[in-house]
């Protein structure tokens, strides 16, 4: 049997493209003990059972596990059976869902030793001296609520860490392919919001730039994909931001994306400025609306001007090079089916890249859960403690509501329904109206629990449209969703629906003939044949202008060397039959053809056909 005395830092993430910062903080500032600190990264979706192999065959004396909203459940049903096979081993749990309310944990789990509050570094390693070399002694540890004996002792909680001493946690990137790679600058919030548990703790403070700057590099140098700052509000210091900011722009390796949760409407002149000239790709912003209801935002504590937010990112759009991701927060106080739905179109018509609707979770320890009552605030009693109705609104709508969130995410979120979706919206009163309509389809027909392919996806929103439409509007429709698929990628096999080629086949290889020779519209494929052009790009006869809806014959060229950096959408160029000169191609089927001397030529409009139109 192997050496038990050692520590053993399990972490149970939500997926395995996640890793788990705190783990590797507490061992990395336990670093006296590296030898004898082991660490295991696990996911919800494992066999339990393999989770309780893998801890048993490494016997540790201590294990300590890291609880969150998404594990719990898991966490709990673990360690009673980790108790049963290594009974003389002690567990220990942290992390935010049991710092609250260690006592009752302790409670209800008697084969738990005792519970990390807070912040752990310190404490973890307190503990790590405790068990491995019998350093003081648990009623001295701050930070921690234990079990002694048949008593509960409840030890003060811990001060704060200064961020700077806790070791760099990456320098074996080895553990982290194919991982999101976390990465803190900052701990604390400086806002009060009633429904986060970053407000308890209002001491914010900083790691030292001149580290984070050289621990920035370590990724650039090795080309990480994306680095995802955990900075509660990363911009809430001007000077901090800037800095970083400004470094990453000087040293940027083309390829490393940096994902900020910001406050929109804290970002200045100068900041935005600065993010305009950012390499397109290079950041992402991800921004917390959650209400536009004044009362609402009022009422959670939140300090929030909608109009400014609208602005900067309005302003910070028109570069086209940032990711938005913007939220929104369901179950509020103040906030009814009504108020919902003026919030979301407020925030639907900046037109963000991702829109995230979610809902309230009433999180033990934060000021919501104390207010709960007085707002008639009703959760679930297990995580993730979402809210099933308030004051305001009823479960009923709720549901309603669940519903448009799930619309949002398959067609607006996706980025695969562009084009089809602007024009479908002009058939409702606004945005949400479309949503919530086709989410009550859905669920009238039974669609909403089945995995549906992206082409299905398509089929469903044209049986939606016959609700709505003739079937001369529904093949203008349909045109436009074919346009969206090959945006999206070269489909070999097109849809039973799309328009037939066939008869266009002359003249599509007339066209790349003609390209192979000219390089007019597609001056990157230099030295490739009209056949490897043909299969490298694509061209989609339409009968209406995808902009403007008007029957017009065009012709949409596909280039997928030349990718939108925010959508993936390929570079589409629009091409009119209108000049009658040199090309005797892509004719109409059964159209009189010209003379050599009378043919048709491509007039090239010089944008994407994606741009806003206006």
Known sequence: MAERKHILLAAINAKYIHSNLAVYSLKAYAKKYQNQIGLAEYTINQNPDDILKGIYRDHPEVLCISCYIWNISYVRNLIREVHKVLPDTAIWLGGPEVSYDARKVLEEHPEVTGVMKGEGEVTFLELAGFYLEGISELAKIEGITYRDGDQIQENPWRGITDLSTIPFVYKDLKKFENRIIYYESSRGCPFSCSYC??????????????????????????????????????????????????????????????????????????????????????????????STNPDTIREIHRKMDFAQVSEVVTRVQEGHNVHQHLDLIAGLPYEDYDSFEKSFCDVYQLRPQQLQLGFLKVLKGSFMYQAAPEYGCVCQSGEPYEVLYTRWLPYDDVLRLKLVEEMVEVYYNSNQFGKTLRAIEKLFDNPFALYEALGAFYDKKGYMDISHTRIRRYEILQEFLQEYVDEEQMDYYRQLMICDLYARENMKTRPAWAKDLKAYKRDIREFYLKEEETHEYLPEYEGYDEKQLARMTHLERMDYDPDTGVREPCWILFDYRSRDVLTYDAKMVKLSLVDIMQNNCLLPAGEKRMTDEQKYVFRYREQLVGEDEG
């Open 197 to 290: 548990l970053s407000s308890i703790d209002k001491k914010l403070r900083f790691r030292d730039l001149e580290l984070v700057k050289e621990e920035l590099q370590f990724f650039l140098d090795h080309n990480v994909p994306q680095v995802k700052f955990v900075d509660r509000t990363f911009n809430c210091k001007h000077d901090h931001a800037m800095a970083i900011w400004k470094y990453l722009i000087a040293h940027d390796n083309g390829i490393t994306n940096f994902h900020f949760e910001v406050a929109a409407d804290l970002l200045n002149e100068e900041e935005i400025a600065l993010i305009r000239t950012m390499r397109p790709g290079m950041i992402q912003l991800e921004i917390g609306v959650q």
